[in-house]
């Protein structure tokens, strides 16, 4: 847990301090003492009496009491270190700078646990190893550069990296982008990302903390908790972005069934920063991108208009909004041709609004105004404007500045020339303005933070499961994969609408079954994983001769036990289904049949407990939901229907958490209907 100690202490240990600035240790003191920190630094050195002006401790059991310990020390003397600071110094935070622990070998491991237990037993707080530190207002616990701009209002940054971590803040800076605060949390080895954004949200105070959060991990070790605070500082008026890199697709591969070989543990991932409201971004320019949009004015509708002097940039922007599902809508009338009016010849107004590479800051000034209070249907302005190099352009710059300040819509400065204009980019950047380099990635960035839902309230909404009839099938089933009578028990406890079926296991048993059922029917093998595969699936069988043939020949197919009799229905063929994926808890994957999963793979994801709004979402955002609304005539699913499966589906997960992959595919959808036809269920309690 982190404490105030860690936060703003009164008191800091450089352990390892050094004259020498090219090593952790002398340039973390340097970044201290440049830094400006108010309260008294301690030096502990076994050599130099006197460190950058600091009288050295040779001797670390000489020390006074200390708040807080920076160590850039050898691993192997760490633990000892710690021990004697922990329980002599009254120490209650600790910031490891050295590596050499849990991410080199085993004996580091040991050394790292070691160093947790003495910091556990205190109720201390520590951020490494293998970091670079953390950087507040208070202090500049870091050993690296750049030391970015620091400011209350900027943003909380959480990495896992360290070296990442420098390079997101060397994008970011030039660009105007400010800090709040700086956590390098290394190896985790007692808080990790998820117990940085936990202190974020329990002490987020709406009047003095940063709104926005940024994010960058290699593993979600603890996504409740993620999910938790996330949600819950996006509900409180925050932004994050994250991102996540690294996905291993070695699960999927080792799955069994359809749904299992989808999903992947970076669909969790995906699944997880929908729920909680984050935007999930894929690199450090598409991070700085996202972020930066937030620092901007909140955009209240998706109709951008586009303001250049150059027409390249603004075709590229356009194309780059458009595919984000932004729009660039016409403008036309006497509003705009009044516009045109006061623009050079050969300028155009239509969207985007292009006044040439002559065109003057006046124009410019004029062109804002017409986009702010004349056409009404704009929510958003972006402005593209670069130079040559013929002319400064800090008079074009300082009217950006000045309606950015006055405007109700939310003006985006797109400045690409950040060599060629780069006096005019430092003073813009002075006056605490925040610019995009790039249009298309400006672009991407925006449309993603458009659309990124709020928080999904997690409550299921449905009540139609008999929870203790659930348990007691799945208690009575053994390992792998369950008999469909099972699955058939499961559906009906679940509320879940199943096709009509009999399993038969002998050829007249086979034609009884058919003529109850009514014909035409389908017949599946019992056994086999892949039916389709292996010639176990026969469609519209019409009568008693033909369903005795089949029967005979399928029988005959390995691992055949039985066969599965249905009656054969029609609608648009849907799928639905559940994998469990370690640490992150149920998958729910959702989508169409045939061609749009085999070849399209078009799915959506989502973690239980899901609930209707988030059910509903995953159905919309498919992108065959125009099939599953109706085209050129045709009917459509009813997606209440649909939805409700799902919903079901998340309330027998939520009952029968041994269940560890499942498919209900296809399952054939119409306007009043969903319907199970086929199903397998795989549990694993053990």
């Not at 402005?383 to 300040?405: A, C, E, H, Q, R």
């Not at 066969?563 to 799928?575: R, T």
């Amino acid at each position: 847990m982190i404490n105030q100690q860690l936060i703003n202490p009164g008191s800091i240990v450089v352990i390892g301090g050094s004259n020498d600035v090219q090593k952790p240790g002398g340039a973390v003191l340097r970044n201290l003492i440049e830094g400006g920190f108010n309260g008294k630094l301690y030096v502990t050195n076994l050599k130099e009496p006197e460190v950058q002006g600091i009288k050295s401790y040779t001797d670390p059991s000489l020390l006074p009491e200390v708040d807080l310990a920076i160590i850039a020390i050898a691993a192997k003397y760490i633990p000892d270190t710690v021990d004697l600071l922990s329980s002599q110094k009254n120490t209650r935070a600790f910031i490891i700078l050295s590596a050499g622990f849990s991410e080199e070998n085993q004996e580091g491991k040991i050394l790292e646990q070691k160093v947790v237990d003495s910091i556990n037993k205190v109720g201390g707080s520590l951020i490494g190893p293998n970091c670079i530190g953390v950087l507040n207002t208070s202090y500049h616990g870091i050993f690296t550069k750049p030391i970015p701009k620091l400011d209350p209002n900027g943003c909380d940054f959480i990495s896992g990296s360290g070296a990442t971590a420098c390079f997101i803040m060397e994008a970011g800076i030039p660009s105007g982008l400010t800090f709040a605060s700086v956590f390098s949390v290394g190896n985790s080895a007692q808080m990790g990302v998820e117990d940085v954004l936990e202190y974020l949200d329990e002490t987020f105070d709406p009047e003095k903390s940063a709104r926005v959060k940024l994010i960058y991990m290699e593993n979600v070790s603890k996504p409740h908790m993620l999910l938790k605070h996330a949600s819950s500082l996006v509900r409180k008026g925050c932004h994050i972005a994250a991102v996540k890199a690294g996905s291993s697709e070695a699960g999927s591969r080792a799955a069994t069934s359809h749904t299992g070989a989808l999903l992947s543990p970076d669909n969790a991932v995906d699944a997880l920063f929908r729920k909680a409201g984050i935007v999930r971004c894929f690199g450090r320019e598409d991070l700085i991108a996202v972020a930066s949009v937030f620092m901007h004015p909140e955009l209240k509708g998706n109709n951008i208009a586009i303001i250049t002097h150059a027409g390249g940039p603004a075709v590229m922007l356009t194309d780059a909004l458009s595919n984000g599902g932004m729009n660039v809508p016409h403008i036309e009338g006497p509003d705009a041709e009044e516009l045109l009016s006061q623009l050079f010849p050969g300028s155009s107004v239509g969207n985007p609004i292009d006044f040439l590479a002559t065109g003057t800051a006046q124009q410019l000034d004029t062109i804002i105004d017409y986009c702010e209070n004349q056409f009404k249907t704009i929510d958003g302005i972006a402005v593209i404007f670069g130079t040559p190099g013929l002319n400064k352009v800090f008079d074009v710059y300082s009217v950006l500045d000045d309606k950015m300040k006055k405007a109700a819509k939310p003006i985006f400065p797109i400045l690409p020339s950040v060599l060629t204009a780069a006096p005019e980019i430092e003073d813009f950047i002075s006056k605490g303005r925040i610019f995009f380099r790039d249009e298309v990635v400006f672009g991407n960035a925006l449309s993603r933070v458009y659309y990124t839902h709020q928080p999904f309230e997690e409550k299921s909404h449905v009540q139609e499961v008999d929870h203790n009839r659930i348990r007691n099938i799945v208690n009575q089933a053994k390992d792998g994969y369950i008999s469909p009578l099972e699955i058939q028990e499961l559906l009906d406890a679940s509320g879940i609408k199943r096709v009509g079926e009999a399993v038969a296991t002998t050829a007249d048993d086979a034609i009884n079954q058919a003529k109850m059922l009514g014909f035409p029917v389908v017949m599946k093998v019992v056994g086999p994983v892949h039916k389709s595969d292996v010639g176990g699936v026969v469609l519209n069988v019409k009568d008693e001769i033909k369903v005795a043939q089949e029967f005979d020949r399928m029988m005959k197919i390995e691992d055949t036990n039985s066969i599965l009799i249905q009656p054969m229905l029609s609608g648009i063929e849907l799928v639905a289904g559940a994998k469990f994926e370690p640490k992150f808890g149920h998958l729910i994957l959702c989508g169409l049949g045939g061609i749009f999963i085999e070849v399209l793979k078009d799915v959506a994801a989502g973690l239980i407990p899901l609930g209707k709004e988030e059910a509903l979402f995953m159905i919309r955002n498919l992108k065959s939901y125009q099939i599953i609304k109706g085209v050129r005539g045709e009917k459509g699913v009813s997606e209440e229907q649909f939805a409700e499966v799902i919903l079901k589906l998340s309330a027998l997960l939520k009952s029968a958490p041994e269940i560890m992959e499942l498919d209900f595919n296809p399952l054939l959808g119409n306007e009043d209907s969903v319907t199970v036809v086929d199903a397998r269920i795989r549990v694993k309690k053990n």
